[in-house]
């Protein structure tokens, strides 16, 4: 198993990336301790750059956001642990870039066009949008295919991204190599039943985003306590009791993320969740959930702060992670630029 993902390092890390994505990432970072397997996380920030962005937040945002994946539980080389993953940010692995550029050739305007997360973002302004926001898809492709990623764990909303990746390699695999032997595996995105989408605190018909201006509208994990208690208290929900069974949450957004959300901090289904809250009101729910997420988040939030007061450290994990990632990345660009008949040398 070769397991890779990727995080924008824009802004903090929230509720809906740490349940759809980033816990996936640490347990399977467990299970390939045991079985052998390999994982690589990175911090996307070439990605970033495909939207307005100040330099200086940028280089911030990644030694932040290394602290906030380490906190989370991210078993990073070169981090004083027994380092099961390889966790790096994309500028110091420069092979991503150029196995973009290599797969530019096989990817299709047909296809990038179609491509959800391009027109939500570029919206009715897509002649003013930078060309790295229309070919971002094809660096996200590079991204995993440049390990021959088996695994991808990622929120739903990536979803169409990685059946992009699939299709640039079985075309390049198709027209540049044999199926006895194929420049690229097709890699599979691992997306959680329950929370593979968490929804903004303040409308139930939005995902929960870093880019949302209102910061009440989710949960980072760098929230202290009071923070938490003041956004569940304010977040939208109802007037209605909770039905005992899910069934009964149909029609109601955001009283079926609220619940979501206990449920997947919890760790229980959302059957059991409403076996429990079955009847009662939000006045009896929300300080519920609030305390459970301060339960839960505390510890993360601790080792956090910790992490933050030494830059070096941070940089050192970045460091290290990239000179492994780099050493990975050879065999598969090589194989490319022959594949391609390009010639070096
Ligand atoms: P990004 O930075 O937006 O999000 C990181 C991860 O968090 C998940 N996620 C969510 N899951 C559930 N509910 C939500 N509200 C929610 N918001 C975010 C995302 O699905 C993602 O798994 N393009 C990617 C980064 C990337 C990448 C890659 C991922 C670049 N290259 C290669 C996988 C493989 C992105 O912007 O994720």
Known sequence: MRIVSGIQPTGNLHLGNYLGAIRNWVAMQEDAAVTGGQCLYFLADLHAISQPH?????????????AALVACGVDAVGGGGLGRAILFNQAQVPQHA????????????????????????????????????????????????????THVPVGEDQKQHLELARDIAQKFNNDFATPENPTFT??????????????????????????????????????????ILAKIKKAKSDADALPSEKAGLEGRAEATNLVGLYAAMAGITVDAVLADFGGKGFGTFKPALSELLVEKLEPINTRFVALLQDRPALDTILREGAARARQLATPTLNATYDALGLVRG
Request: hydrophobic share 40%; glycine share 6%.
């Open 186 to 227: 097709l890699p599979k995105p691992i997306i959680p039943g329950e929370a593979a989408r968490i929804m903004s605190l303040r409308d139930g018909s939005a995902k929960m985003s870093k880019s949302d201006p209102s910061d009440m509208s989710r949960i980072n994990l760098t929230d202290d306590a009071d923070t």
């Open 54 to 66: 100040v330099p200086a937040e940028l280089a911030n945002n990644t030694r932040e956001m290394t």
């Open 98 to 149: 150029e196995l973009q550029w290599l797969l530019n050739g096989t990817a299709r305007m047909g296809w990038l066009n179609r491509m959800t997360q391009w027109k939500d973002k570029a919206g009715k302004n897509s002649e003013g949008a930078s060309v790295a926001l229309y070919t971002y898809p094809v660096l996200q492709a590079a991204d995993v295919l440049l390990y021959q990623a």
